[in-house]
Nanobody
Framework: QVQLVESGGGWVQTGGSLRLSCTAS????????MGWFRQTPGKERECVAA????????FYEDSVKGRFTVSRDNAKNTAYLQMNGLKAEDTAIYYC????????????????????WGQGTQVTVSS
């Protein structure tokens, strides 16, 4: 079990960029797949990006492909979500989460795998 803390959220104008960070404590991030999820009121929490334990495989939800980049630095016990070209529909609370690593990379976006969650950070995009 690891404790996760997100940072980097805030308000940004349409078309702008933000970089979210997720720092882990209480364990080493290198044995976990990491996911970034977002949630808006009345909707299910959805996975927008994920990266496997080694950083060699990533997943992106269709609406963020080409705009968001997920990465990790296991030496710093931190995962990142670089968000460019932000749109109003990206407004949400963003959560990072950790899942015990799997060699089956097709399961990166499966929410039920993720056991440890951060507290969330608000991202607001408007003109």
């Amino acid at each position: 079990q690891v404790q996760l803390v997100e940072s980097g959220g805030g308000w940004v104008q349409t078309g702008g960029s933000l970089r979210l960070s997720c720092t882990a404590s209480g364990g080493t991030l290198s044995i976990y797949d990491m996911g970034w999820f977002r949630q808006t009121p009345g909707k299910e929490r959805e996975c927008v990006a994920a990266i496997n334990w080694s950083g060699g495989t990533t997943f992106y939800e269709d609406s963020v492909k080409g705009r968001f980049t997920v990465s990790r630095d296991n030496a710093k016990n931190t995962a990142y979500l670089q968000m460019n070209g932000l749109k109003a529909e990206d407004t949400a609370i963003y959560y990072c989460a950790a899942a015990p690593f799997s060699l089956a990379t097709q399961v990166l976006a499966v929410k039920s795998r993720y056991r440890d969650w951060g507290q969330g950070t608000q991202v607001t995009v408007s003109s």
